[in-house]
């Protein structure tokens, strides 16, 4: 067995070495520790969600449209050269002037021939046209009623229940289904019936300045039922682009059944002639780019020369048709815009506005007060809502329907209006609505907003109003509130926004944001 080595003593230098090497393992691994501490983990991957619809949000206001880059170095030109900054501002100020004419708006005298819209829909405009010449809420629930059978049946008033029979009577037109009557490209914003009772003739603007027409008369072609790729056939609507953006109000001539009047938020009023198939700018301002979008029409039985409108400035007008037409006479009424007005039918002097400032006004035009811009007809009253006031509508009988987005129609009575003298201050317990109907107005971005209209000379004496209802029905009311009907359908996919009454017959017509026509008779 081999003797067994001496163990040697460790030297300085070793023992210092290994004392080092411990000192630095315990710097990494510090390093290490702090490392872990800065620097978080990477997070496990989440489990993947069921798919949910995508929410719509609110569009980024878009610039002027540029045009599509072209490569500069192909073309020869320096990344900074004079040249390419010129060239790119020359292009963007065509394409500029190019949005800015799409809106501009067109003066002098428009012949139908040559201002028919396109589009297979519309291709017979002028045929059809023709056939014209001659004639004197929140959380809106689609197809739920708020008006049934069951209201009607229980009725306790003779002459009320047998309205409302009459009334809840009426059928949805069935010679087109709704979405074949497409009486428009874009939104329906204003409707109006011709005057004649010897059939309905419908009238609707669009958002974009398109006048659609539909006779209602027409006859249905005859279909082979034997052969299976027969198509039926369209029904003839004409559609004129009348005006260069949204017309916003109809009125027909109190005197004249072949002049129908169309005011716009292009800042005029033009006249169309039926007979002669010529449309005539009767107001705009003296400078084509000063902005006077206008938010209603309305003309005085005792004088058809004239014309009042309002305007989204909150001024009112007064146009004779006999003068330049940049000649009207301008008030300014209220700082915030005036989305509707009218005037009282047998008494055209008083006018009831409706306005942003959430206020229902009543003026009275033969007594006009103040000097220069101040001058403005005399204020008789006003009735303050909780929020702004869309529509005032008077009846020939004295009433003023309003509709509010506080969700409520009012209905204020003035049985005496004829008999108040130039100035006549309303008490202001007479300027209470002497009926609030729970309504749902929260009309929303899509839909056009809600407004009352009247049957402007009743045969049956009883007066009445319809208005859009957000579950796709047209209600019918009565001056006292009392609902007469909840017209609807089959085949209605959208609100009928936009109602309005025949002047004298049970015909009514409700316009949805597609551009489709809903008839009851």
Known sequence: MPPRKKETAMSAFERKRLENIAYNNAILSGISTTADKIIPKPAPPKPKRAS???VKREPV???????????????????????????????????????????????????LGDITVEGRKWESSADGLALLKGLGVRGAQPGVRTFTEEDVKDTKDKGLKDLRLRMSGLKLYEKWAVNDIKIVP???????????????????????????????????????????????PDPIISAFKTHSRTISSFHFSPTDSNAIYSASYDSSIRKLDLDKGISTEVF????????????????PTTDPNMIIFSTLQGSLGRQDQRTKPSSAELWGLTDYKIGGFSLHPRHPHLVATASLDRTLKIWDLRKITGK????????????????????????SSGHIAT???????????????????????????????????????????????????????????????????????????AEDGEQLAQLGGDGITAVPA????????????????????????
């Open 186 to 232: 874009q939104r329906i914003y204003s409707m109006c019936f011709h005057p004649t009772e010897e059939k309905p003739i419908i009238f609707a603007g669009d958002k974009e300045g398109a006048m659609g027409v539909f006779d209602a008369s027409q006859p249905v072609p005859e279909i082979d039922d034997d052969d299976e790729d027969a198509e039926y």
């Open 52 to 54: 949910t619809p995508r």
């Open 403 to 477: 509709s509010s987005y506080d969700d409520r129609i009012k209905i204020y009575s003035f049985p005496s209006a004829g008999e108040w003298k130039a100035g006549y201050d309303i008490p202001a317990k007479e300027m209470q609505p002497t009926v609030e109907i729970p309504h749902n107005n929260q009309t929303g971005r899509w839909v056009t907003i809600l407004k009352p209209q009247w049957q402007r000379n009743p045969q049956d004496g009883w007066q009445k109003f319809v208005i859009g209802n957000m579950n796709r029905f047209v209600d019918v009311y």
């Open 284 to 299: 705009a301002p003296s400078s084509s780019s000063e902005d006077l979008p206008i938010s209603a029409i309305d003309i």
């Open 372 to 395: 220069g811009d101040l001058r403005h007809p005399a204020l008789l009253g006003e009735h303050e809502s909780r929020l702004s006031v869309s529509h005032a509508s008077w009846s």
């Open 61 to 111: 206001k878009k610039e002027a449209a540029r045009p599509t880059r072209q490569s500069s170095r192909l073309a020869g030109l320096e990344a900074d050269s004079e040249v390419l900054k010129r060239k790119l501002d020359v292009e963007a100020e065509e394409e500029a002037a190019k949005a800015k004419a799409k809106k501009m708006r067109v003066s002098g005298d428009l012949n």
């Open 498 to 521: 936009v109602a309005h009454f025949h002047p004298t017959q049970d015909w009514v017509a409700g316009g949805t944001a597609s551009g489709k026509l809903c008839l009851w008779m």
